[in-house]
Nanobody, 125 residues
Framework: QVQLVESGGGLVQAGGSLRLSCVAS????????MGWFRQAPGKEREFVAA????????HYADSVKGRFTISRDNAKNTMYLQMNGLNPEDTAVYYC??????????????????WGQGTQVTVSS
C-alpha cells in the first residue's frame, strides 16, 4: 500500500502562483508514475501532469503546459506541482495519485492505484 498526502492549496489572485506538495509513504517502491489530477465543480476529474518516479520524464495537459511544473524529490518521497500564471479556470480540487502499472498511459485516472485526499485551489479574478 501507498499513502499520499497533499498540501499547499489555497486562495490566490489571477496571475499568482502556488506550489502543491504530495508526500508518499508505504510501499513507494511500487510506484511507476505519479501524477496530479484536478476536478472542478460539475466537471469530471482531469489529468494535469505526471512524472516517472524513477527518472525525469514529465507530461502535461495542454491547458497547463508552460505554466505548471511537476517535479519530485525521491529522497523525501515528495512530488511537487509548481503552478504559475494561475487563472480562474484552474480553480479545482487537486489530487495527487500514484500508479504501479508500467504502461505509458499516465493520463488516465483509472490507471492510478492510490489517491490523496485532495487540496482546494481557488483562483480569484
Amino acid at each position: 500500500q501507498v499513502q499520499l498526502v497533499e498540501s499547499g492549496g489555497g486562495l490566490v489572485q489571477a496571475g499568482g502562483s502556488l506550489r502543491l506538495s504530495c508526500v508518499a509513504s508505504g510501499h513507494t517502491f511500487r510506484i511507476y508514475h505519479m501524477g496530479w489530477f484536478r476536478q472542478a465543480p460539475g466537471k469530471e476529474r482531469e489529468f494535469v501532469a505526471a512524472i516517472i518516479w524513477i527518472g525525469s520524464r514529465t507530461h502535461y495537459a495542454d491547458s497547463v503546459k508552460g505554466r505548471f511544473t511537476i517535479s519530485r524529490d525521491n529522497a523525501k518521497n515528495t512530488m511537487y506541482l509548481q503552478m504559475n500564471g494561475l487563472n480562474p479556470e484552474d480553480t479545482a480540487v487537486y489530487y495527487c495519485a500514484a500508479k504501479e502499472d508500467l504502461s505509458s498511459i499516465y493520463y488516465a485516472s483509472e490507471k492510478y492505484n492510490y489517491w490523496g485526499q485532495g487540496t482546494q485551489v481557488t483562483v480569484s479574478s
